[in-house]
């Protein structure tokens, strides 16, 4: 049986946009600058969603304790 993402569960490993700007206290349009300039690799799921993976997230967290 699959089981299916929801903002309390999201899917194993992976954030939402949403989810991630909590996590890192920023605005939207800074995800969307990461995202446009290559900086942040996301997946898409469907036709309009997309998660961040959280190796994707991990990475970028130790680049900036670096």
Excluded: C, N
């Excluded at 903002?7 to 920023?26: D, F, I, M, N, Q």
């Amino acid at each position: 049986m699959k089981t299916q993402a929801t903002p309390e569960a999201p899917a194993a490993g992976y954030l939402t946009p949403s989810e991630l700007r909590h996590r890192w206290k920023v605005s939207a349009m800074f995800l969307w600058r990461l995202r446009r300039d290559g900086k942040l690799k996301v997946t898409k799921f469907g036709s309009r969603g997309v998660r961040i993976a959280m190796s994707e997230i991990e990475r970028i967290e130790r680049e900036a304790q670096a």
